[in-house]
């Protein structure tokens, strides 16, 4: 079993929402790494979108989602999720979430720098 898996991705029109869902397989808490979601389009380089550290909860979004992309982790689930309203045809990617091997916190750890990854989910934006 990955140890992460990605689901809720999907075609929505300019607008809508979905809600992207990262489990974690038994073996991983979530509690115990800081976890980012980061989304890849098509020819261009992989990006960070949002992170949130441990046990803080302290949170971290790209500029281009802020106020329209939450981040939340639900320890008992053993899940992260990404809700992302007013979503754009420039949120069209691949998403993918991402733990960190030993940070708590987001701070400046870039998407090379997490190493345990899910399979992705794809996000299409069109109307």
């Known amino acids: 079993q990955a140890p992460l898996v990605e689901s809720g991705g999907g075609v929505v029109q300019p607008g809508g929402s979905l809600e992207l869902t990262c489990t974690a397989a038994?073996?991983?808490?979530?509690?115990?790494?800081?976890v980012v979601w980061v989304r890849q389009a098509p020819g261009k380089e992989r990006e960070r979108v949002s992170c949130?550290?441990?046990?803080?909860?302290?949170?971290w979004y790209e500029d281009s989602v802020k106020g329209r992309f939450t981040i939340s982790r639900d320890n008992a689930k053993n899940t992260v999720s990404l809700q992302m309203n007013n979503l754009e045809p420039e949120d069209t990617a691949v998403y993918y979430c991402?733990?960190?091997?030993?940070?708590?916190?987001?701070?400046?750890?870039?998407?090379?720098?997490?190493?345990?990854w899910g399979q992705g989910t794809q996000v299409t934006v069109s109307s």
């Open positions: 038994a073996g991983l808490l979530v509690r115990r790494h800081a």
């Open positions: 991402a733990a960190h091997e030993f940070a708590l916190s987001c701070g400046n750890y870039q998407a090379y720098e997490y190493g345990t």
């Open positions: 949130i550290s441990t046990p803080t909860d302290i949170t």
